[in-house]
């Protein structure tokens, strides 16, 4: 099954700055999804983006996806200390049936 | 409820034990799914339940690891005769409607299994 790559694997920036983390995919999907991940534990739900689309927003969050290049990027403009958290994106299977996720992103954020 | 609910957050066994593990979705999701987590890794895909049809067990890693729906809402995943590498959190989730993965997943907090 086909499961996205995040890239860089971990990032560390000082608070106010921009934090870009980037995932690439291998095969077609239906849309994207990313989603944030505190202390180990569940993941919360941030964002997700069609197949047919190329940029959305959330509040601080932008995320771009390029289906030619099969990648994506989540942008975080002017972070927090509380932005401090693992990133993942997740792309369906082959099936459609269940997400796979790739092994993340490690975000600080220092005050 | 107003969250995935699963229990319990942390349990420690000896190897070779059987343990249960239990996920109480949102009401009203039709789709649950399990995945697994092991220490500084992504999660990987175990089972997937939509409805009361018949799941999607293409991610169990061995015949040790079952997993039921009863009525289309509380899910248990059985691990038979635990193995140390079995050691991990195990996370479900739950989202509206499943099959085309056109809605995000709620996750729970998880259960952290330990495994001596």
């Known amino acids: 099954s086909q499961q996205g790559e995040e890239d860089p694997q971990a990032l560390s920036i000082q608070e106010g700055e921009n934090a870009t983390m980037n995932c690439s995919y291998k095969?077609?999907?239906?849309?994207l999804q990313w989603y944030r991940q505190n202390s180990g534990r569940g993941l919360v739900h941030l964002i997700l983006?069609?197949?047919?689309?190329r940029e959305k927003h959330s509040g601080r969050l932008r995320v771009t996806l390029d289906t030619s290049k099969k990648s994506s990027s989540l942008l975080i403009t002017a972070s927090r200390a509380a932005d401090t958290a693992s990133y993942f994106c997740?792309?369906?299977?082959?099936?459609?049936?269940?997400?796979?996720f790739g092994k993340g992103t490690t975000l600080s954020v220092s005050s | 409820g107003a969250g995935v609910s699963q229990s319990p957050s942390n349990k420690v066994t000896e190897k070779g034990k059987d343990v249960e593990l239990r996920c109480d979705p949102i009401?009203?999701?039709?789709?649950l799914y399990w995945y697994r987590q092991s220490l500084g890794q992504g999660l990987e895909f175990l089972i997937y339940f939509q409805g009361n049809s018949a799941p999607d067990k293409s991610g169990l890693p061995s015949d040790r690891f079952s997993a039921e729906r009863t009525g289309g809402s509380v899910s248990t995943l059985t691990i038979q005769r635990t193995q140390q590498e079995d050691s991990a959190v195990y996370l479900c989730?739950?989202?509206?409607?499943?099959?085309?993965?056109?809605?995000?997943?709620?996750f729970g907090s998880g259960t952290r299994l330990t495994v001596v």
């Open positions: 009401s009203g999701h039709t789709a």
């Open positions: 095969t077609s999907i239906n849309n």
């Open positions: 989730a739950s989202s509206l409607v499943g099959g085309q993965t056109n809605y995000g997943y709620t």
């Open positions: 997740a792309t369906d299977d082959q099936a459609g049936t269940a997400l796979i």
């Open positions: 983006i069609r197949s047919n689309e």
